[in-house]
């Protein structure tokens, strides 16, 4: 081989040292290793970066056309009369106010019950056992709320305020808190609802927690005993009245 030729190696063998420094030399290495292709691709941070924009926008246009799909089928539910069975629904604040001047001034009309009943929840009625010499007098109310402990608590409180009609609690008097499981409620009651307690006197005390009880058992079964704290404490006095024991029919009274 002259010097000036320079030897041809073939594409597709694996060339031998001196004839990669050959082809190193002469500039033909990186064109047969993609060593061009290598230096011009995208770095890796920004292709996921162009993935991720390519699949916000899908998910911003799904969207958007979902919404505006769910729109057009309510307006031509609205327009056909299909959304509007109920004759007390109303659907803008036109239609409310409207509702509510029909109704005004009618205490004792079924949309207006229903209303009310929407407003502050599904209601109970409960009977409280007020103490009326040494028998019990019943009284009627209305208790809302979903949970069975907000009845309880607005019957104890209606039951405290006809003790405080007939003077027997003091103003101060009242529940703190209140906790129930299964037959047992445990009643967390101010310094006042003690002294309260003291001041009538041991027949005058009994009949008022028995009634206390007695409403409690009547309207939220399985509740049949109750407990006593005084300003989240045990109670330690006994007299008039014992309240260190849970009160209930065969137990403190």
């Known amino acids: 081989m002259r010097p000036s030729q320079r030897r041809k190696i073939p594409f597709d063998d694996e060339p031998s040292p001196s004839e990669k420094r050959e082809l190193i030399k002469r500039g033909e ?75 005004s001034g009618e205490e004792d009309s079924p949309l207006s019950a229903d209303l009310t009943a929407q407003e502050r929840g599904a209601y109970v009625t409960v009977t409280i056992s007020i103490p009326d010499g040494n028998s019990f007098k019943t009284r009627q109310i209305r208790c809302y709320g979903a949970l069975r402990e907000d009845a309880i608590k607005q019957t104890l409180a209606a039951y405290m305020d006809a003790m405080k009609e007939s003077q027997i609690l003091s103003a101060g008097a009242r529940d703190l808190n209140i906790f129930r499981s299964g037959e047992w409620l445990y009643l967390n009651m101010s310094g006042d609802f003690l002294e309260s307690v003291k001041t009538l006197g041991a027949e005058k005390s009994r009949l008022m927690l028995t009634g206390l009880v007695k409403t409690m058992s009547d309207n939220f079964p399985p509740v049949n005993k109750v407990r006593f704290y005084i300003d989240g404490k045990e109670v330690r006095d006994k007299k008039p009245i014992d309240l260190t024991l849970p009160w209930g029919f065969g137990a403190g009274s």
């Open 29 to 103: 290495w990186e064109e047969r290793h993609g060593g061009g292709e290598t230096r011009n691709r995208i770095p890796l941070v920004f292709r996921l970066l162009a993935w991720t924009s390519l699949v916000v926008i899908f998910f911003a246009i799904g969207y958007g056309a979902t919404s505006l799909i769910f729109k057009w089928l309510d307006r031509n539910a609205y327009a056909r009369g299909a959304a509007r069975t109920p004759e007390n629904l109303a659907y803008t604040p036109e239609e409310t106010r409207n509702m509510l001047d029909r109704f």
